[in-house]
């Protein structure tokens, strides 16, 4: 019978090593939010309008306050601890969740930390993980050293332009974000959730693996950001 992880840290161990979870009030479960200006390839893409970063959500708002960037470095100082893959686990673990997202702010860092990243999800497989990217290039290089991404992980590639064709030639689920309901890429799911109070409810389809394109439409409310009058959130 194969063995099924349980944590060996306590609650307060874990959080000393690698900080709290985030909370996005979207999501249906936790999150980790690491700061959105330590994006490797998205602080270069943030100077660049028409690129999604450059409106990016999480350089606005409650992200600014003091505790939760003093929360978000204290995750990202965190990341070369070599407890770091038992405590966040431990904490996912203890959370009761069964959907997670990693990266509501922030994006991989370097290869090791995808494979830290793989290894919470090898250890806690009845969660499914959602890991939005841009940064193509390190799963690529994972992928290319025949590494292998569990069943139960989404790794999704995220487009970089607004109105930019999905970048579907890796072969993975991808995301986009479109300015009108008619620059969506044909056969996507279309993100409803502006019209359900900006929370995801009943839908998983960002989780799904079999999910192959996903829009995310420029939208109302306030809650987002602006852009040529609209609104476009992640």
Known sequence: MKNV???????????????????PSKM???GYALPAQRCRLGSLLELIPKTVCHYCYALRGRYLFPAVKAAMEKRFSSLSDPR???????LIYRSG???????????IQSLEHLRKIIAVSWKLPR???????????????????????PPNLCVRYSAHVIDAPPPLQYGLPVSTVSSYP??????THR????????????????????VKIINFPLKWPSSTFRITGREVGK
């Not at 770091?84 to 431990?90: L, N």
């Not at 069964?98 to 922030?106: A, I, K, L, M, T």
Request: with cysteine.
């Open 97 to 107: 969740d069964r959907h997670f997202r990693w990266h509501d702010s922030g994006d």
């Open 5 to 23: 992880w349980r944590p060996t840290l306590t609650t307060k161990e874990a959080l000393a090593v690698c900080g709290s979870l985030s909370n």
């Open 191 to 210: 993100c409803r959730a502006a019209k359900h109070g900006n929370v995801c409810g009943r839908c998983r389809a960002c989780w799904d693996r079999q």
């Open 127 to 149: 969660v499914k993980f959602w890991l939005p990217t841009r940064e193509y290039q390190t799963i690529e290089a994972y992928r290319r050293m025949c590494g292998i991404i």
């Open 182 to 187: 008619e620059k969506a890429p044909a056969g």
């Open 84 to 90: 770091w893959v038992e405590a966040v686990s431990t």
């Open 28 to 30: 249906p479960g936790h």
